[in-house]
Structures are given as C-alpha cells and as structure tokens.
C-alpha cells in the first residue's frame, strides 16, 4: 500500500467521526483544509508531507469527546481537544502499517500540543500543524467560522463556502444590530490577528499574507461599528 493510499484509508477512518459534529467549523470541511494547507507548507519548508497530513486528519478527534461535555472548558487541568484527540489518534495510527515509532510519537505530539499558542517544542509536524490549523481561521473563510463558533451568528458552513463575499456582509449587518455578538467576533478577531506574528515557519507568513492582511481590514470593519 502507497502513501498516498494509506492517506485515504485514514481520510475514510475519521470522515464519518467529524461528520458526527454538530458544530461546523471544527468539523470535517476544517480539517481537510487543514490537511491541504499542511501539504503546502511542508512542501515548501521540505518537510514530511505525508506524516504531516496524518497529523492534520488526526488532530481534532477530541472535538467530538469535548461537545459532548458542553460548552468549552478552558479551566486549568480540562482536557480539551486536543489533550483528548490523543488517544483515538493513537488507536488509527496503530491500523498504518509501516509507521516508525519515533514518527508516531512526533504525530502524537504535534496533535497534542497544536492548540497552544505556542508549540513547545522544534517537531517539524507540530509546527506545521500549528500553523496550517490558524491558517483555517484567517482570512475569508476564517471570519466565517470565527462569526459561527465565537460569536454563535447564523452563518452556515455551506453559505460560507459557496458564496463568502455575500456572508462576509452578512455577519457585519448582523453585528450591527446585535452588539453582545459583534463583541464576540470582535475579541475573537482580535486574537486571530495577532495569530500571523506567532506562525512558526517562513512559508506560512508567505502563504498567508493576504489572508492576514484581509483579516486585519475586516476587524477594523467590525470595530468602526462600535464608533
């Protein structure tokens, strides 16, 4: 079995589990994007772009675990996600056969600490991980998902794929009128700015720029309606 076959068998393993997401921006759209933006930079920084992309489909399998909790709890000592994207990350890693262990546990640990704000340590796979996962949240379809999950707007993933410019306009008439929402995707937005300075690899600054860049412009949109 080839790579690129053993990349399919995982992409049919965890499909159905994303699918089982009630909240779409976390769900199986994210994350084969995130897989493809993991190709892209690990091509470009001549990384690994097979464990890469393993990393990418495994890395949010705890989401399921975490909604099924509630809403997110970020209290010290939780497991969130991607504490709880290890174990069943593990379980599919075992069905790849030809897998180093020394590979498995740079997977495991790529998934593992992906959600900080910084990766801890110098794994080419966390890395990129880190960065193709913030990629997903900036730029055009990133305010989307942003205005979904951080402010609970009614913007659909579907909507948000087919026609962005038109939802684009959609949330800021809609964060006009609902100030406690527009905050939220305020603070939000926020956050994911300052994303681009903490990118972790050369290529990903290059790739992501106009995203960034767009990012910035649609915040201060967002931020003129409080004016």
């Known amino acids: 079995m080839t790579k690129k076959e053993k990349l399919v068998r995982v992409r049919k393993l965890v499909e159905p589990i994303y699918r089982k997401l009630k909240i779409w921006p976390h769900g199986w759209s994210h994350v084969k994007n995130v897989a493809k933006f993991t190709k892209l930079i690990a091509e470009r920084e001549g990384e690994n772009t097979y464990l890469c992309q393993l990393a990418a489909y495994l890395h949010d399998l705890g989401r399921l675990q975490e909604e099924a909790r509630g809403p997110v709890d970020r209290t010290p000592g939780v497991q969130g996600h991607a504490e709880l994207s290890t174990e069943p990350a593990k379980e599919i890693l075992d069905k790849v056969k030809g897998l180093q262990e020394k590979d498995k546990k740079a997977i495991i640990e790529a998934i593992h600490y992906h959600s900080l704000k910084e990766f801890p340590t110098r794994n080419p796979i966390g890395l990129i991980l880190q960065d193709a996962?913030?990629?997903?949240?900036?730029?055009?379809?990133?305010a989307a998902r942003l205005a979904a999950f951080n402010a609970e707007m009614p913007i659909t993933?579907?909507?948000?794929r087919s026609d962005p410019d038109?939802?684009?306009?959609k949330i800021l008439k809609f964060a006009s009128n609902n100030k406690n929402q527009r905050d939220k995707l305020i603070t939000a937005m926020r956050f994911v700015v300052?994303?681009?300075?903490?990118l972790n690899t050369k290529s990903?600054?290059?790739?992501?720029?106009k995203d960034w860049e767009f990012s910035k412009k649609y915040l201060q949109k967002l931020e003129e309606l409080n004016r």
């Open 157 to 160: 993933g579907s909507e948000a």
């Open 133 to 142: 996962d913030k990629w997903d949240g900036i730029g055009r379809f990133g």
């Open 204 to 209: 990903a600054k290059e790739l992501l720029k």
């Open 194 to 198: 300052e994303w681009y300075d903490l």
């Open 166 to 169: 038109k939802v684009l306009e």
